[in-house]
Structure formats: structure tokens, C-alpha cells
């Protein structure tokens, strides 16, 4: 008997990080559906993010950068499904289009590259940092006021050239991103999420898709990961309370064990000075209620001034 092959288009950006991500999503699909290469094309698209080099991406729009483009293919049926990683993605979507699901979360933490030495604390009082994220700026500057911060973009290997040619003493990283791509031996220390919280969805790979294409969904939910659903549904219900411009430093990890998930959220002011922390507990079944809940709770401490409303 000869079934029809399906021929699923898969969105995605260019970059080499991108690339390993949307062929992890395409691997997992042949493999749950035992199905041949063809069955699942690969398209690359081109967003606004990857054009804009010079200047912080909080500066130029926050968010939804990396997937503009991505949505439009999808909404103009020139894809079938979008991966992005979750990271990059807006609290709200276009109408239309939902996330089904994520590819199982890697390690969360953030990675400290360094010039010379093993940890923090070798970094010399005024050494030169470089980062894009105001997360990780503020939450450096809280742990270390004697660092010299600055703006760092580019891509994974553009940073750590930067490093290496000693433009900068030091660079933070997700450890996801260098695993994706081979270089993991370029990290001097991992930090630890109690004192550097990651970025909501850090970790995780998204796949974005018309919502109600149930003929695309259904072949999509075999290589989705339920815990990862649920932590993103509480991240993600958390930041959408806050922020989902990247021009606050955000940090909030959600952690599922057995039926219980643990929240932390972090929100600083950019210089660090200022901390705000809450931990909620829930059970699954209130995920989304948990992460609304912290988010608003969160709202009510942070002054005003440190969030858009
Ligand atoms: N903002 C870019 C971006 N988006 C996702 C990752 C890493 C991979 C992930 O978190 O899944 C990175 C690079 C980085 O922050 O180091």
C-alpha cells in the first residue's frame, strides 16, 4: 500500500544557530514519522533582525525582529510550520498563528566566555564586558559594579572573536546556543540560575504554526515536549504581565517536577542596583494561572518608572 507523503514547508531564519535548530525540528519529524527526507523542505527566510547589526535590538523594536517575516510566510500559506528559538518570540502572536509546542528544553543557564582565567571573580576591576542583552548587563552589573558594560552584537562567533582578539575581556552567552553549535569549549563557567536567571523561553526551540491547521499540528504534536509546554506557558503568561519589548532586564525560569512547578522571576534596573525577586509554586494544571499571577504580583512591586505600561 503506498500512502502520500505529506510535504511540510519548515520556516526559518539563516543564521547557523537557526539552521541546527530548524534541522533538529526536521529530524525529529522524520523519525516520529518514519518518513524520508523530502517529506520535510527547509526554507530560509531572511528577517529585519538579521539585517540590523549595529545597534541593540531593544533599540530597534524588542522582539519579533527574528520572526516579522517567518509569520508572514505562514500566514501567506508559503510555509506549513515556523521554528524559532523560543527566546526571540513575542509574549503576544500575530492573529492566526499559535505555538503547538516546543523541542525539549536544554540546559537553561547563561555562559561566561572569558579571555583569560576560569570564573567571575578573575575578571580585574574594570574589565570589559560585552553583551546585547539588558538582562544580562544588569544582572553582571548587580553581581559586579566594577565591571565596564557595554553593547556587544552580532552573532554567536562574531562575539567570541571579540573576545579572543581582546576587544572585550568577556562575553556572556547561552550555553543552549554554544552547544547547538559545537562550542562548548570556548566556556570558562556556567552560571548558576540562583544568582543569573535566564531569559524566559531560554533554551527552548519553538514551533510556530497557523492555529486551527489541525492537518498541520496533528503531524507536528508526536515531537513536542509537554513539560516544556508547560514551563513556556507560565514563562511566557509572565512576561506578557510585564514586558514584551526586551527594554526592562527580565529574567523567570519555570520548572516542572511531577505535578508541581516552581516559578522565579527576576526584574532589575539597568544598572543593577535595583532587584526584585518572587518564587510561586502551582500545579500543572494552573499553568498559565501561575504565570499570570507572578506576573502581576511582580507588576505591584516593581516601581513604575522600571516598566512600560
Ligand atoms: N538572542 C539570540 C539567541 N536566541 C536564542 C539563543 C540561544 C539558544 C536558546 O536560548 O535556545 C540566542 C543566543 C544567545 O542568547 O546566546
Redesign the pocket.
Known amino acids: 500500500m503506498t500512502q502520500s507523503l505529506p510535504r511540510l514547508r519548515l520556516g526559518t531564519r539563516g543564521s547557523p544557530?537557526a539552521l541546527w535548530q530548524a534541522h533538529a525540528v526536521r529530524d525529529a519529524l522524520l523519525k516520529a514519522h518514519g518518513w524520508p527526507a523530502e517529506a520535510v523542505e527547509i526554507e530560509v527566510i531572511r528577517t529585519t533582525g538579521d539585517a540590523i547589526t549595529d545597534r541593540a535590538l531593544s533599540e530597534a523594536g524588542g522582539k519579533g525582529l527574528f520572526t516579522k517575516e517567518l509569520e508572514e510566510a505562514l500566514l501567506e500559506r508559503r510555509i506549513d510550520l515556523a521554528v524559532h528559538?523560543a527566546?526571540?518570540m513575542a509574549t503576544r502572536l500575530p492573529d492566526g498563528l499559535h505555538l503547538v509546542g516546543y523541542l525539549p528544553r536544554?540546559d537553561v543557564r547563561d555562559a561566561l566566555i572569558l579571555r583569560e582565567g576560569a570564573s567571575l571573580a578573575d575578571l580585574k576591576p574594570g574589565a570589559k564586558v560585552g553583551t546585547a542583552s539588558l538582562r544580562r548587563e544588569a544582572q553582571l552589573r548587580r553581581l559586579r559594579p566594577d565591571l565596564q558594560v557595554s553593547l556587544l552584537r552580532g552573532n554567536?562567533h562574531t562575539r567570541l572573536a571579540k573576545v579572543e582578539s581582546g576587544e572585550f575581556d568577556a562575553t556572556l552567552?547561552?550555553l543552549?546556543?554554544l552547544a547547538r553549535l559545537g562550542l562548548t569549549e570556548r566556556i570558562s563557567a556556567l552560571l548558576d540560575v540562583a544568582d543569573f536567571l535566564p531569559a524566559v523561553g531560554?533554551?527552548?526551540?519553538a514551533i510556530e504554526t497557523r492555529f486551527g491547521d489541525l492537518a498541520v499540528d496533528s503531524l507536528v504534536v508526536p515531537v513536542v515536549c509537554p513539560a516544556t509546554g508547560l514551563a513556556l506557558r507560565v514563562e511566557r503568561a509572565y512576561l506578557g504581565e510585564l514586558d514584551g519589548s526586551c527594554r526592562t532586564p527580565i529574567g523567570g525560569l519555570a520548572e516542572v517536577t511531577g505535578d508541581e512547578i516552581r516559578f522565579r522571576g527576576v526584574v532589575l534596573s539597568a544598572d543593577g542596583t535595583r532587584y526584585y525577586e518572587i518564587v510561586r509554586f502551582g500545579p500543572r494544571n494552573r499553568a498559565l494561572e501561575l504565570g499570570v499571577t507572578s506576573g502581576r504580583e511582580m507588576r505591584a512591586m516593581v516601581p513604575p518608572e522600571l516598566l512600560p505600561h
Do not use: E, F
Not at 202 to 205: H, L, R, T, Y
Open positions: 544557530l528559538s527566546k526571540d536544554a554567536v552567552l547561552a543552549a546556543g531560554q533554551g527552548a526551540v
